[in-house]
Structures are given as structure tokens and as C-alpha cells.
């Protein structure tokens, strides 16, 4: 079952987590797939959620055509801001089509990090059934929730690298 080792954060990480986005002012991007619109609904209230906890109350939403997409419309994303949290979800079909997409999706995403230095959350559900994807979206009933978990992990990146940088 994945969510096997998910860290947990403690409210001293979420304070320090405050206290940084506040001094840094941080402009977060949320580049969303519009396929899956139950699914992604959930992703992007989990990224709003862990914005709002952590006082981060203007949060951007990009909607992107499909995940394949994500990649560069993060890339522009990443000029303007100081955070991308990407969120999509490919759910496997009878074809070999949902391999290319995650591949290119997930390599295109980890591309936009390095290349541009903004941090980019990766918040691509890559799953077998719609079943797998409701249970990682946030909702009520869901064993996860991956919009928060790649809003904090892009957050956190930033407020590390700035920290790194001074």
C-alpha cells in the first residue's frame, strides 16, 4: 500500500513553515490536469489546504489539458513563481499510451526543477483503477492525500533552498 513511511508533520514544521513563507513572501502556482475532475478536485483542495494551514492564502490555480501538458505549462509557471505544485492523474488503460505519459509527464516535471531552481511539488497519481486514484485525492474516505503532500514537499523545498542561499 503506498502511504507506507509518509513522514508526518508536526505543528513546530508547520509554524517554521509559517514563519518562512510569511518572510519569503512565496507566490505559489498550482498547474492542475482538467482530466479526472472528481479526482483533481480533491488534489487541488489538498494543495489550497496546505497553503491555507500554513498562511499562504493566495494560491494560484493553472489548469493544464491533460498531465502530458503539465510539464510546460509548470515550466512558464516557474518563471513567475516561487512554487509550482503539479497535480494530475493517468489512470491505465488497454494501451501503452499510459506509460508514455507518465514517463513524459514525470520526466518533464523533474526537468522544470532543475532547469529553472523552483521548486516543483509531484503530485502525478499514476494509477491502475479510478478506485486508486479516489484514494490518494483527499476526499472524505481517501487513505491519502497527495495535493497536500506535494504542496508541502514544494514548499518545503523552497523555504530549504532559500535557507541554503542566504
Known amino acids: 500500500m503506498s502511504g507506507t513511511g509518509t513522514p508526518q ?28 475532475q472528481v479526482v483533481m478536485d480533491g488534489l487541488i483542495a489538498g494543495a ?20 502530458f501538458e503539465l510539464p510546460v505549462i509548470a515550466s512558464h509557471a516557474a518563471k513567475s513563481f516561487d512554487v509550482v505544485v503539479a497535480l494530475g ?8 499510451h499510459f506509460d508514455y505519459v507518465c ?10 526543477a532543475l532547469s529553472t531552481g523552483t521548486p516543483v511539488g ?3 497519481l499514476t494509477c491502475d483503477d479510478e478506485a486508486q486514484a479516489l484514494d490518494r485525492a483527499g476526499l472524505q474516505g481517501s487513505k491519502e492525500d497527495k ?6 514537499a514544494a514548499v518545503s523545498a523552497a523555504v530549504e533552498i532559500a535557507a541554503l542561499n542566504r
Open 9 to 36: 508533520i508536526e505543528t513546530a514544521e508547520l509554524e517554521a513553515l509559517r514563519a518562512a513563507a510569511a518572510e519569503q513572501n512565496l507566490r505559489v502556482a498550482v498547474v492542475a490536469s482538467r482530466w479526472h
Open 89 to 96: 492523474v493517468v489512470i491505465r488503460g488497454g494501451t501503452p
Open 122 to 124: 509531484f503530485g502525478l
Open 48 to 67: 489550497h489546504r496546505f497553503c491555507a494551514e500554513i498562511g499562504l492564502q493566495e494560491v494560484t490555480v493553472i489548469r493544464a489539458p491533460g498531465s
Open 147 to 152: 495535493g497536500f503532500e506535494a504542496a508541502h
Open 103 to 112: 514517463s513524459a509527464a514525470t520526466d518533464g516535471l523533474g526537468q522544470v
